[in-house]
Structure formats: C-alpha cells, structure tokens
C-alpha cells in the first residue's frame, strides 16, 4: 500500500515539474554560520557554479530564480569551498531541506520531493552501515591472520556489503523510471556468470575481461541526460576508454563509433563524449593517435555532427586534421626531392633500404644537438646490419649554417635542405612544426613509427622486423 501511494506522489510530482517555470530551494541547516552559500552541480569532470544564497534570518537561506535547473545531482557548498550536502533535481523544483550539522544526513527532512525523500534514506542506511563496517574492519586488523575470528568478520563485512546492494536494489525495483534509479544502476558494474567464476586460467581470465567489456555499459540509459550532471557518467566513460578499449589506434576508432552511435546526437551526454574523448586522444603522447583526431575530424565534425560546436574551434579541427592527414601511420609517405649540400636534387623515393628514417633536424635546435649525435652513433652501428638508410632534412634555409654542422659532426648520411625542395612544403607534407621529428619508413615507403626518440630506435626496429619477418 505504502509503495503505491508513493508511486502516486511520485507521478504527481512529475506532472507538478513539467508545470513549473522556476526553481526554489529553502535551506536550513542548524549550525551553519556561512553568510552566503553556493549552489554547484556536477558536470561531466567538472564542477559547475549554478547559484549563491545569502543567509536569510538564523540558518536560513534560499536559492531562487525564474528558469527551471537542469536534472541532476547538485551541491551545496560553504564559503570555505566545503560541500555541505548533496541532492537531487528530478520529480521537482520547489524544495525544502532541514537539518543540522551535527547529524546531516540522519537528521535531514525533504519537502517536495519523493526521490530526495529516497535520496537521504538510502544515505542514512548506507552511513548506518558504513559505521559498523568501520568497527568490523577495525576488529579484523587487530585479529592474527590465523585466528578463526577473521573468517567470522570478514562475512559480517561481506554481508553488510551485500545488505548496501540490496536497498539500492529495492529502490531501483519500485521506481525503475525515477532517476535516483537510473543513477543508482548507473553505479553497477557487470557480474560475471557462474560459469565464468570457477577457474583462474588465462583462458578464463580473457573470457571474463571480454564479457565485461561486452556489458560494461549495460546499466547506463542513455537517453536521460541528467547523468551528465552526476560524478559517476564521466568517470565510467574516462575508465572505460582509459583501461577496457585496447590501446592500439584503429581498435579505438572502433570502440568510439560503437559507442557514440549509442547516444542521441542531440543529448548531453553525447556532447560531452564525443569533446572529451576527442580532446583525450588528442592529447595523447602515444604513437599514432593523431590518426583518431583525423577520424573523428571526417566522420562526426566534418559531417556537422557536432553542429554545437564553435565555428571557430571547429574550423581549427578541420585545419589541424589536413596537417595530419597526409603523414599518419600507414600511409605512403609523401615524397621529397630536395638539393644535398651541392645543389644536387636527391629524391627519398631513390632510397632502396629495408628501412628509412626520415630525419627532420635544424643545427640551432637545442634538443637536436642532443639528438643528433645519437642518431649518427646508432648509424654508424645499425646501417649495415639493419640495412637502413637516414634521409636528414635540414629545416634551417641557411646552407653554409648546414654544412658546418654536417662537416663539424661528420654525419654521413643523405644529408638535404628542405627549404630547397623540388616538392610541396615539407612542414604541410609532414606536419613539421617543431624539431627533431624522426619518420620510420620500410621497405615500401609505408610510414611504421613516427615521433620516436633514438634511443627508441633499436628495440622498435627489432621488434617490427620480428614480427613482419617470421
């Protein structure tokens, strides 16, 4: 009976929210002294300020505005920059919370809202519990490992564990459509099949990881964006792409168009994924990920898939991906016939070698007199023996700064000056901004490693060869 009736306010609740046009929050908490709080919410990684309220009378405050807030978990803080509590804007606006700092959460009461009203039972049972975990957790430090106690507190743990689990269970049962649900399921991670349970065999080991990875987004619903604006949507997102995805470039692109195509276009939550994780990838050291911006660029920016976007920043996308595009790992790189220190044309495409380094340098670059040498020390070791050639293009259009350098360090190699070049800017052809930049070609003029350092030569080439020479 008490759970129909609920369910009746609930949906009266919902229907009182889509009539309202403003939002109002009374706040009054025993103890605080703050002459001004502040209304944040959540936002993806960030935290977002919404509002100020000064104190109204003793403990008093009241948050208020003619526009409704967005759905979500949002927090009041203190003028230390302390979170006082939390709540949530779902079945409506027009709220009261009283409580007193002593006790916050046990002694909190909620006027018009049932999901707050669940909201703080659900924090009050979890705190209870939290406190006799503390006590059992305690205990069983000061236990010996071999005494019979352990086994007893370690299922009075698990138990209480379970006991947590259940309540938010029983929430999400009685109100599936409420978004303390969703966001409660949101929490939960995959559980593995008994099957999957019994052995530690690697065999197992990758059946379990891959199962979970298969349903690592089950409980989320994508269509209710007031995830956006709660801590737990875009930490699953950050750890999804973080450590289940595998690393390798085209196995992303994969995973990203899997689970963009899962989401609205339109909706929050799509917004903010598809900007993070083109700024993640972007930002990434990693060998080859400029190919994921370059992707993202032709099929969602360049599609006006992101018609949200600031022309500006989206012209800039657009502008950075062509720089990318033509020296990414895979392709054919481009050819360049450039004049060596006679004057002499000398074109990359005459190179013969199993392997290729292009080698872009300039002789007044402090981090090139470092790597310089190095490259010619490893030259002078693997050329023959790993039957590679070095193509040094010197940046710098001052030929006789060129040659003194090149006659100072004795540096054998095909040496050329790109400003002198019979073929298109190489700083275009190569997206060449800054030096030393090392490009790895085999045998076929395909680009395999870019962005090494030297001292990351010998290990990748003996490994590519393992691999394309079994």
Known sequence: MLKHCLLFLFIISILFLNAQENYK??????????????????????????????RKGKNSYVFEKQKQLPGGIYIVVGQAKNSIFEFLIADGQDLKFDSETDNLIEKMKVKGSNENALFYDYLSHSNFLFLQLKKFQQRLKSLAPSSDSVLIYKKRIEALNEEN??????????????????FFLAMKSPEYPSALKTSDSKADSIR?????????????????????????????????????????????????????????????????????????????????????????????????????????????LLSEANKRRNSLIGKKAPELIMQNQDLTPVSLYSITKRFTLIYFWDPNCSHCKVETPKLNEFYKQNGKKMDLEVFAVCT??????????????????????????????????????????????????????????VDQLADFLTKFKAISEP
Do not use: C
């Not at 689990?165 to 969703?182: L, Q, R, T, V």
């Not at 450590?243 to 989401?263: E, G, T, W």
């Not at 350098?405 to 700083?427: C, M, Q």
């Open 25 to 54: 929050i009374e706040i009054k908490i025993k103890g605080i002294e703050d002459s001004t709080l502040y209304l944040a919410s959540y936002f993806g990684d960030k935290t977002l300020m919404v509002d100020t309220a000064s």
């Open 396 to 453: 710098d259009p001052d030929l006789a700064e060129m040659k003194k350098y090149i006659a100072e360090n004795k540096l054998t190699w095909i040496n050329v000056n790109g400003p002198r070049s019979y073929t298109p800017d190489f700083h275009e052809l190569y997206n060449v901004y800054s030096t030393p930049l090392l490009f790895v070609l085999d045998k076929n003029r395909t680009i395999i490693a870019k962005q090494l350092n």
């Open 165 to 182: 689990i259940d309540f938010k269970e029983s929430i999400i049962e009685a109100y599936p459509d409420a978004f303390i649900s969703h």
């Open 208 to 316: 379990q990881f891959n199962y979970y990875k298969k349903h690592y987004w089950d409980f989320i619903d994508f269509t209710d964006d007031r995830l956006i604006r709660t801590p737990v949507y875009h930490n699953k997102l950050d750890f999804y792409f973080s450590s289940i995805a595998h690393p390798h470039p085209d196995s992303l692109i994969r995973d990203i168009d899997s689970f963009l195509s899962r989401l609205p276009e339109k909706s929050e939550l799509y917004k903010h994924s598809l900007w993070f994780l083109t700024l993640k990838f972007d930002q990434s050291n990693r060998m080859g990920y400029d190919a994921i911006l370059v992707h993202f660029v032709d099929t969602y920016y360049s599609q006006k898939k992101a018609v949200w976007l600031n022309a500006e920043v989206e012209k800039n």
